[in-house]
Structures are given as structure tokens and as C-alpha cells.
């Protein structure tokens, strides 16, 4: 990998209404402005050479890429160490706001029921960037979700993963990563990773 555009994928109709979905099966699509911003990142990133897009399971995301690369010959590999934490039937198509409430006084390795922990979700996503940072080629879009970008940006700073993750992700910006950054932000990640500290 030479470069990393990372971009979460346009408003879904879940997201809009501030409802989780960690199940890819739940066909979630994107509402018209989704449809738009997908439009926009398209036509932002008609002049950049890409080798590779990388998708999460989810409807959202595959569809977001369809409408990026339109017209365009670039291949497209599902990754699903990007899909988003199972949320358990607790909270799976319920508000955000009642998974956080219990996710911020939780620890890493806490699960809820039927779902995912975060410590888990986050070893997924040191895996999917470590076979980026690792494939041969050029640039590489990858077109995920919040969360995994969250982490990374924090890690590009300095910070490990935490507790709160409140760090806003616009939809369908791209970012773009160096391999030299994309690196040092996963020893950040990993070492927090060998020993979480919540």
C-alpha cells in the first residue's frame, strides 16, 4: 500500500436517525442525502488513481462504494473485520444513545448480550488495517464505518483506543493515510491491545 483514503460510508437511513445496526443481514440503505454525499465523494475523487476498495459487510457501505467508483474499473473486496460491533439483541435497532449509556460504563472486554465486545471489535479492525498496510499496490479506498476510522484517528495522535469514543467521522470524507502514519498509529493500537487499560 502506497495510500489509504478512508471514508466513512454516506447517511444511512439507520445513522440518520441515530439507530444502531451491527447486523449486516438488515438491509439499511442510504437516504437520498447519503445517495448525494456518495455523489459528491465521487465526484472528489474522480481524478485519483485507486487500485483497491475495501468494504465492510454491510449494505451501506457496498453501496456507497457502487456509487464512488461508477463507471470505473477498481475492484472491490469485502473485509468484514471492518463491519461494526454486534450490538446484541439488547440494543441491535435501538437508539445509540442506550448502547453508549452502556458502553461507557463498561469495560473493554464486556459483552452485551448476544453481541460484541469492544476489545474484540477492535482487535477486528487492527487486522484489517495490518492487511492493508501489508497488500502490494497503490491506493487503496476503503469505505467503512465510523468506529474503526474513530479509533485510527485517535491512534494517529497518539491516543489509544478509549472508553468514550466521541469523535466525530463526517460521511463520505475522505481521509488520507500514509503507510509510515497508518504504522505508527497501529503500535499505538496494538499496545493498548496486549493490555487494555478499561
Known sequence: MERLLLARHAESAYSARGIVNGDPTVNVGLTPKGEQQALELQREL???PLDLCVVSSFPRCNRTAEIVLFG???????MKDFDEPRYGRLFEGRELELY???AWTKGSRDEPSEGES???AIDRYSRAYHDLLHRPGGTILAVVHALPIAYLMLALKGEPPRQRVDLPVEYAKPITV???????ALKVIDRWRAAPDW
Open 118 to 120: 469492544r476489545l474484540s
Open 100 to 102: 453508549q449509556k452502556w
Open 46 to 48: 474522480a481524478d485519483e
Open 72 to 78: 470505473r474499473e477498481v475492484w472491490i473486496v469485502e
Open 178 to 184: 500514509l503507510p509510515e502514519d497508518l504504522a505508527r
